[in-house]
């Protein structure tokens, strides 16, 4: 059932009037999403969180949203915008051209409250595929006192390490949609990120952990999570090179 | 079990081509036409099976093929087996880590350098070349 709510106070000459839909779907009380509907009025600027933060302000104070730096940094703020995975801070309202904004939680994720998700499987898959240098000896302990790398090395795995754990791309995943065993592109474009960086001495045990059924060989290379990608890491790239180093085809 | 439990997108989203590009329409399409052929192959031994039954037999389903139908379902055949057999190129050179780009600093817009022009025209020419080889096809077996 939808319900229609509209909010004056911001009416500008300038600002245009677009209507705001916003799932509400509550696991202990509720059976189904509903969604209701908000009339609100958005400059060319106005982000979709912004517009979300207006209705909670002048309305609905219940509507649960996670969010914190509003600058895609933090990756709280990830949501389904208009059918697809988006960061609500990053997305202008004017960007979307449509006079009806639909936001819903992120797909594949368990929902706490409305637009909020759980993030735990997430986290846990990308610490299974162990997020960090792994080596007998440290900078502390070692002669030279630091692991010097050459630019060259570091361009090999500087894009990946631009991931801010959003979700969007396990959200856009189609493996991800049917497979609850999945490792997920997020930990894989993970896994690439350390197995290519030079300083880093795990590599046999890193592809240990994604060579099994639900690792790695189930990607199929649609390459929607690197559509979806809002820090440009290109997920589907790091699967492909890292699958592409496991047969064989790269050194 | 509750649906909202994990909220996937299920079979509905995996298979809805329409937001993310022709890519995601590749993948799509991958599926279909690999389900088709797994399907035509259980047909083909069905069919193949009938020579057991001896000429008459052997002759009698053939004919099957020789109808409109029949002609029309052997050219949804040779699309699905042009398309998923040049696509699956494309597929299997990704996977290698060919064609796919370098890893370098990304700057905005951020487009993704393993969607580049190279598969998309991989993409694009795996449709076209399924689609003149059943107007082939279709020449052949109407033309009859």
């Not at chain 1, 969180?49 to 219940?62: G, R, Y």
């Not at chain 1, 490792?183 to 994604?210: C, E, W």
């Not at chain 2, 993310?20 to 069905?46: D, K, N, P, S």
């Not at chain 2, 039954?53 to 029949?70: I, N, S």
């Amino acid at each position: 059932m939808a319900q229609s709510y509209e909010i004056d106070e911001k009416k500008s000459l300038t600002s245009k009037v677009v209507t705001l839909r916003i799932a509400r779907f509550n696991p202990e009380k509720d059976s189904d999403t509903k969604f209701m509907e908000f009339i609100v009025n958005v400059e060319k600027w106005t982000t979709v969180l912004e517009a979300i933060l207006d209705v909670k302000q002048h309305f609905d104070h219940s509507v649960a949203v996670r969010y914190s730096c509003r600058q895609a940094t933090c990756g709280s703020c990830g949501m389904v915008i208009n059918g697809k995975p988006r960061l609500a801070c990053f997305t202008k309202v004017s960007e979307l051209q449509s006079e009806v904004v639909t936001v819903e939680p992120m797909h594949n994720f368990p929902i706490i409250r409305d637009l909020t998700v759980r993030f735990d499987r997430l986290f846990n898959t990308h610490h299974k595929v162990k997020p960090y240098l792994i080596r007998d000896d440290s900078e502390i302990t070692s002669n030279t006192k630091e692991f010097l790398q050459s630019p060259e090395e570091l361009e090999q795995f500087i894009q990946f390490s631009n991931c801010i754990k959003c979700g969007l791309c396990n959200s856009a995943c189609p493996t991800m949609a049917t497979d609850s065993s999945f490792v997920g592109p997020q930990a894989l474009a993970q896994a690439y990120r350390y197995v290519a960086d030079s300083r880093d001495k795990g590599k046999d045990t890193r592809l240990k952990i994604i060579d099994e059924s639900h690792g790695i060989w189930r990607c199929h290379f649609a390459g929607s999570c690197s559509q979806v990608c809002p820090k440009g890491v290109d997920p589907a790239m790091g699967i492909q090179l890292l699958r592409g180093y496991m047969l064989g085809f790269r050194s | 079990m509750n649906p909202h439990d994990e909220h996937k997108e299920g079979i509905g989203g995996m298979a809805n081509p329409g937001r993310y590009g022709i890519e995601r329409v590749a993948y799509w399409l991958m599926r279909l036409t690999g389900l088709g052929l797994l399907g035509y192959f259980v047909a083909h031994i069905y069919e193949t099976s009938n020579i057991l039954k001896g000429r008459v037999g052997w002759e009698e389903f053939l004919a099957l093929t020789q109808t409109t139908e029949g002609h029309i379902f052997m050219t949804l055949v040779i699309g699905m087996c042009v398309f998923h057999t040049v696509n699956g190129i494309r597929v299997m050179l990704g996977h290698g880590g060919v064609g796919v780009g370098k890893p370098a600093r990304p700057d905005y817009p951020y487009l993704p350098a393993s969607q580049n022009a190279r598969h998309k025209m991989g993409i694009y020419s795996a449709i076209v070349l399924a689609a003149v080889a059943m107007m082939y096809g279709m020449a052949v077996m109407f033309g009859e």
